[in-house]
């Protein structure tokens, strides 16, 4: 089953705008991690950021914010003010601590794209 | 403080042979996970070396296989290659631990003919 879903496949917008990236993940444990990267044309994964199951205090980075529910079991991204630097693929994952789970399971990915 | 480096960066194989693959880990870092991209799609899980050890494996057959050296860097093969192997193997690696922030390579792009 898939335990990381990203239901939007792709984004575009006029730069400036804003755009809501949405990540759904599922688990039974009570620790886990929430990730999201940045993939760019390249094929490097950017590391943007890690929230544990027991911090759900949104957190802003410059343009990015990130809102943690685990009512509803999401981790939504944020991107204010959308340049064109920001296209590129983003991907939200998942890492439970159950015994012997190291992996980071990953969603389906959301392809944004910035027009100018 | 080079960050996780991959090598080679495109590869063209014929159906059948094998391949080497080779991550050097982030400095600091003592564990390292490979993943393989297909066009489109999340990364999926192989599997993760420590202690050169492999600690866990993915949904992946027996073709593939890996190493990691004492020096933390690691190989992937993969025998017997199919058209399905076609796809961008990541690398990450880490510190040790749960949960721990995962640095990913640029990849190697793999062509399977």
């Known amino acids: 089953a898939q335990k990381v879903t990203q239901a939007q496949t792709e984004i575009s917008v006029v730069e400036k705008e804003d755009v809501t990236l949405d990540c759904v993940y599922e688990?039974?444990?009570?620790?886990?991690?929430l990730f999201w990267y940045k993939q760019p044309p390249s094929g490097e994964l950017v590391f943007l950021i890690r929230?544990?199951?027991?911090?759900?205090q949104n957190e802003i980075s410059g343009r990015y914010s990130w809102n943690f529910q685990k009512s509803t079991s999401s981790f939504n991204f944020t991107i204010t003010a959308s340049q064109v630097v920001d296209s590129a693929v983003y991907f939200c994952a998942l890492s439970e601590s159950s015994s012997n789970d190291y992996k980071l399971s990953f969603g389906a990915g959301t392809t944004v794209t910035v027009r100018a | 403080d080079a960050g996780v480096t991959q090598s080679p960066t495109h590869l063209i194989k014929t159906r059948g042979q094998q391949v080497t693959l080779r991550c050097s880990p982030k400095?600091?870092?003592?564990?390292v996970s490979w993943y393989q991209q297909a066009l489109g799609q999340g990364p999926q899980f192989i599997f993760q070396y420590y202690e050169e050890e492999e600690r866990q494996r993915g949904n992946f057959p027996d073709r593939f296989s890996g190493h990691q050296f004492p020096n933390y860097s690691s190989e992937l093969n993969v025998n017997a290659l199919l058209l399905g192997d076609s796809a961008l193997y990541l690398c990450?690696?880490?510190?040790?631990?749960?949960?721990?922030?995962?640095?990913f390579g640029q990849g190697t792009r793999l062509t399977v003919v």
């Open positions: 688990t039974r444990d009570t620790t886990y991690y």
């Open positions: 400095s600091g870092h003592d564990t």
């Open positions: 929230r544990n199951s027991f911090d759900e």
């Open positions: 990450a690696s880490s510190p040790e631990g749960f949960g721990t922030e995962a640095f």
